[in-house]
């Protein structure tokens, strides 16, 4: 039976259509003439296609365990340009006098790898990094080689944190530290005049404009971040005291990640660009205005203000952002700045996803017992099995559903005070299931459904095992309820027929998604095809680039996952080639971590085999096999194996 969410008439604009796949995937994602999901790293080469059943093939040829985490490097750079060229487009259409210097921030996706092919990309456009703690830092004093390009320093700073900014100072480094409270301010003067050197320092402005959506907390009186009105005053008159006033050079603020209304990024650049205008007039010649992060991502393919998805493109996040800034520095007559953005998640967040592989299908109506009458039934069963057999005919379907959940609670009830036994039990539950697909059946359609059998949609709804764990994978999911997209990898060209959510094997019943975005809607069952015999069945869970890559933990002991990092190549048939695998956690790590000595269990259970063969309760050979089968164990992948 064809799902009540999916379209009358299935073709590839239908499959794209239901999972938005042409909304959230930014030109990167679309279906193939085989009904396979592709992606193109590069836009302008469009015949260059990569097929997900190709990568999948090569991940297994390589023995390569599932789940995977799977990077487009390509997606990742072109990202990269796409941002710097938007901002140097309009800057020049503008006839804006300041230029375009952004920043990554690191923490949104940490890995070495992604650091290095965002500098690598940003090459060009003198584009930098930005770090919010010391561990962050040193990475950024090693990696941020780029000529030209800042090094921004938001975070609460202690001494230590501050002479490495010194450190970067000396060995090249544009570095921009920003006062996030006032005495860090001290702190900065005190070293500096110490060392003899002239620091580059920023103010962060804590903004009565706040953001839209989860993170709206960034700005506004409460805001966890940044100075006052008066504090920003005060920090400009004692950098005077202190000789000191030529080394402001940055104004800062952010209102929130994931920014949803175009509303919220116009009044804080207008407030922004009034406080740096106000510094000017001042005497205080700042060069940089730093906007901050907040440039969303349409996760759910809506284009609107809901939580997961944005009412904007990026032209005219840019755009507002440079012709904002523009006008209220013409009205004020002080210079343009140069104009700094922290934007990691959407240049992150495409470029990675997780793939997994559907372990099995959990139903609530998955048991049939033998539904024989018995001697002596009792007369529940029965008025359920005479309901069963009357409900084609008829008329009232209302009353069915009610009488049907009336007659399984009385079951209930009967078996716990041992009027009937399991059997009986078990009768009762499989007619109910019946009659409920039955009712579903019969009210699809219909322009009138019942609240209680429009909530048999979920009730009935299939639950898809998956082996990863969310709560590594895709925490944002859990912890704030993010909409991620979840796509099958194959069969889009067949109609999905069966309603599903996804739980994870974890032990937790948290450990599920069951919030997607079916077309225009948020739905908590997503269609998805039949499982077969023997046949792999596998899901990408995408934009997983931003955070989720790097926020994860290990409920369960589940480690990080295997991961493998794509380059398209237009001389190979396939378009691409898997430049390096990265392995995950194998369980000796994340025993480690949780401070166990993966080598000293080994000994402990060899030597109680060892006691079990000399006992004569096993013999030599098979204790030999259960020993080295511990210990593969202890080698091996944290998540189950499926070959």
């Known amino acids: 039976m064809t799902s009540p969410l999916t379209p009358s008439v299935w073709d590839n604009a239908a499959a794209d259509a239901l999972y938005g796949i042409s909304k959230w995937g930014a030109g990167y994602f679309a279906i193939s003439d085989k009904g396979n999901l592709c992606v193109t790293p590069d836009v302008s080469k469009p015949h260059m296609q990569i097929d997900f059943a190709s990568v999948i093939e090569d991940i297994q040829s390589q023995h390569i365990q599932f789940p995977v985490v799977v990077r487009f490097h390509d997606v990742l750079r072109a990202q990269v340009v796409q941002l710097n060229q938007a901002f140097n487009h309009c800057i020049q259409e503008a006839d804006y006098n300041g230029a375009y210097r952004g920043v990554y921030p690191v923490k949104v996706n940490q890995m070495r790898e992604v650091v290095e092919e965002i500098v690598d990309a940003g090459k060009d456009y003198h584009y930098g990094l930005e770090a919010g703690s010391k561990a962050e830092l040193l990475t950024v004093l090693a990696y941020n080689t780029t000529a030209d390009a800042l090094t921004i320093l938001n975070g609460y700073k202690d001494d230590e944190f501050v002479q ?39 103010l962060r402005a804590k903004m009565s404009v706040k953001g839209r959506g989860k993170w709206e907390g960034s700005g506004g009186d409460r805001a966890k971040f940044g100075l006052t009105i008066a504090e920003i005053i005060n920090a400009g008159k004692y950098l005077a005291q202190e000789n000191m006033g030529d080394c402001l050079k940055l104004l800062h603020f952010h209102i929130g990640s994931q920014l949803t209304d175009i509303r919220a990024v116009k009044d804080a650049i207008n407030e922004g660009a009034l406080i740096y205008a106000e510094l000017r007039h001042l005497g205080f010649n700042l060069e940089y205005v730093d906007i901050g992060g907040g440039l969303g991502i349409d996760y759910d393919g809506t284009k609107s203000t809901n939580d997961s998805s944005r009412n904007y493109s990026i032209d005219e996040y840019v755009a507002d952002v440079v012709y904002g800034m523009k006008e209220v520095c013409d009205l004020e007559k002080v210079p343009h700045p140069t104009l700094v953005s922290e934007s990691g998640r959407a240049i992150t967040a495409h470029h990675s996803c997780v793939i997994t592989e559907i372990m099995g299908e959990i139903r609530p109506d998955s048991a049939q017992v033998d539904l024989t009458v018995g001697a002596d039934e009792h007369v529940l069963l029965t008025n359920m099995r005479e309901l069963a057999s009357s409900l084609e005919s008829a008329t009232n379907l209302q009353e069915v559903f009610n009488d049907a959940s009336q007659y399984k609670e009385q079951a209930n009830s009967a078996f716990k005070l041992r009027v009937i036994g399991l059997t009986e039990l078990a009768q009762v539950e499989t007619l109910y299931w019946q009659i409920m697909q039955q009712l579903q ?91 077969r015999d023997n046949e792999k069945y596998h899901l990408g869970l995408f934009l997983t680039g ?82 080295d089968f511990y210990e593969d164990c202890l080698r091996g992948y944290t998540y189950l194996k499926t070959e």
């Open 164 to 202: 490495l900014a010194f450190l970067a100072q000396k060995i090249g480094r544009k570095v921009l530290i920003v006062v996030e409270k006032f005495s860090e301010l001290k702190s900065i003067v005190r070293i500096a005049k110490e060392l003899g050197e002239q620091p580059m320092i920023g």
């Open 441 to 531: 059946q019969r009210y699809t359609g219909a322009e009138f459904v019942p609240e209680e059998i429009q909530a048999l949609a979920f009730d009935l709804s299939s639950q898809y095992l998956c082996n990863f764990s969310i709560f590594q994978s895709a925490a944002d999911t859990w912890a704030i309820d993010q909409i991620l997209p979840v796509v099958p990898l194959t069969r889009l060209n067949e109609v999905p027929t069966v309603n599903c959510s996804l739980v994870d094997i974890t032990c937790d019943s948290d450990g599920k998604i069951d919030q997607f975005a079916v077309g225009r809607e948020i739905s908590n069952v997503l269609p998805m095809h039949p499982l």
């Open 546 to 627: 931003a955070y989720q890559d790097v926020m994860g933990d290990m409920h369960n002991l589940f480690g990080r996952l295997n991961e493998v990092h794509i380059f398209s190549y237009d001389d190979d048939p396939q378009d691409f080639y898997i430049e390096e695998v990265v392995q995950g956690s194998s369980v000796e790590n994340v025993l480690s971590v949780m401070q166990y000595n993966p080598h000293s269990m080994a000994i402990d259970v060899k030597r109680l085999i060892d006691k079990r063969v000399a006992q004569g309760q096993m013999n030599p050979r098979e204790g030999v096999r259960w020993t």
